[in-house]
């Protein structure tokens, strides 16, 4: 049969894959592990120098062989390491028994009898016991700690990448908030106030002056802000928004004095009053309110953005404001932190942050 066919492929899988992690770097510090057994044996032992090197390069092999082996044992109700400890503990005093009774020619009873062999056979299967334990164990200590640094690096990856979207996340949603047709029509409305004389310009360009001050520190803002502060931006946007459509808009925002200080991911509650505006009270023909409200929850706090627009439709689209808002809370809060959307009775939505007050 053609060693090379699709039959004996497995087998050829299987065997490189028990015999993973038995590399050169191994196989010489076994080499040479052996030989120095050998060398500290050999003033006790009348044997010639180089059979007692072959037997304990021979047996170094056999513990490397059967760690090696134990290593890539599927995984079962006992742990890998003991299997490995158990592996060459047993080799040590086999692999000796195996060679002191080739030398003698397969005769066993001869081997108990002669003083001299069995004599050497324990000093030998001794040391070998004692020495690849005392490996075995540095070798489980040193791989548990690569696994360690290795899960340790991909924690840090994980947590750089979730902390890369989240920046991405909150750029685009500070773009959204100063984006060219927020302004642009704005401006617009301003400049139709003011060339029809009306008394409302005043009022909409200081709003929208104020809205900018609140918006634009937080371009550079990392850290996160407070939910007082995240509260004032809000009232600022739906002052404008209310003065551009004052017969369509209303709005009220209660936030407790014992949650101002609590700290808030910048332009997120910002990102909620914009989605009920956008998707709830523009899309109605009466327009419709906005009610923002907070209050403490076990230990954490829940903030909501209640709109009566059209409500949640079946035939919309999820957007990823949504998205980009739960990725920064997971990277800000933790993954405790959740937006919960609701129906309220008789229309509109009620979106709702949960998060922990720690």
Known sequence: MNPSSPSTAPAARRRTGWLAGLNSRRVTIALILGTIVAFALNPIFITPFPILLG?????????????TLAG??????VPRWVMQLIAVGLAAPL????LYVMFVGGDVSRLLQHEGLL???LWIAGSSLVVGLLLTLGALYRERDAQMHAQALEFELERSTLARQALDAQLRALHAQIEPHFLFNTLANVQAL???GSPRAAPVLRSLIAYLRA??????????????????????YLEVMHLRMPDRLSYSIDLPAELARLRFP???????????IRHGIDPSEQGGRIEIGARSEGGGARVWVLDTGVGLRDTARPGTGLANLRERL??????????ELSEHTPSGVRAEIVFPAD
């Open 266 to 276: 910048a332009m997120a509650l910002l990102t909620l009053v914009e989605n009920a």
């Open 330 to 339: 997971t990277v800000f809060f933790g993954p405790r932190a959740q937006v």
């Open 119 to 121: 004599s050497g056979f």
């Open 72 to 77: 890539n044992w599927p995984q079962t109700l």
């Open 215 to 236: 918006a634009m520190p937080r371009l550079r803002d990392e850290s996160g802000s407070t939910l007082a502060a995240e509260t004032e931006l809000v009232r600022a």
């Open 194 to 196: 003011v060339e029809t």
């Open 95 to 98: 692999a000796t028994f195996a």
């Open 55 to 67: 037997r304990t390069l021979v047996i170094s092999m056999a513990l490397l062989l059967a760690f």
